[in-house]
């Protein structure tokens, strides 16, 4: 692999959501605690270099590894008018820190990196952060969907809906992924009781 920075946004980022109740990552008995973990490991380990005026450093991905998969996690939510892309978010760190205690994981993406490489290399004659957007598309579009996949791009196919789901883990519990979600929870707010209407109408009163 050789170093290319830039991706094709192909995967609408809102279709990621409805992906996450497959649950494809419980095959490495991951829960919910664990993701959880993972990201505030992530968030404390960035906030302490960049105090220190230090970039992340990967302990997991090789340097090839690290560049094919920062491409491919932007394919997967890219950035919009929304909000930023899954690199913005930090999420192959966040998958560096996950995978650095679990073995199988690591053993899996590097798999499934490998067939990725190989697959473009069949096609295109290079590896896939050397192929032009439109070829990273073409190979993703054969393993994106499952029920419309061949039977020869399952390996492929099992591979990219884990990868989908971890990119997915890793967005959603970041800052960006939770300002993406507008979610409101966990904020003071302002009650101000039920309306006078409501409570004549029930015959009751503060």
């Known amino acids: 692999m050789s170093g290319e920075t830039n991706g094709a946004a192909d995967l609408p980022r809102r279709d990621v959501i409805k992906f996450l109740a497959a649950a494809p990552l419980s095959a490495f008995a991951v829960t919910a605690l664990d993701l959880e973990k993972a990201a505030i490991l992530t968030r404390e380990t960035l906030a302490h270099l960049g105090a220190r005026g230090q970039q992340y450093q990967p302990r997991v991905f090789t340097a090839a590894e690290w560049r094919t998969v920062r491409i491919l996690v932007d394919l997967v939510i890219p950035r919009d008018e929304r909000s930023g892309s899954a690199t913005d978010a930090m999420v ?34 290079r590896n896939f952060v050397d192929c032009a957007p439109g070829q990273r598309t073409a190979v993703l579009d054969d393993i994106a969907w499952p029920a419309r996949a061949r039977e020869e791009m399952q390996p492929g196919v099992r591979f990219f809906n884990n990868f989908r789901n971890f990119t997915a883990s890793g967005f959603w519990s970041s800052k960006v992924g939770v300002e993406d979600l507008q979610y409101m929870g966990n904020r003071p707010t302002i009650w101000n009781g039920c309306p006078a209407p409501a409570l004549d109408k029930l015959g009751v009163k503060y």
């Open 92 to 125: 192959p760190e966040f998958m560096d820190v996950f995978m650095a205690d679990r073995q199988n994981m690591r053993t899996w993406m590097r798999t499934g990196l490998t067939w990725l490489d190989d697959e473009c290399r069949k096609r295109f004659g």
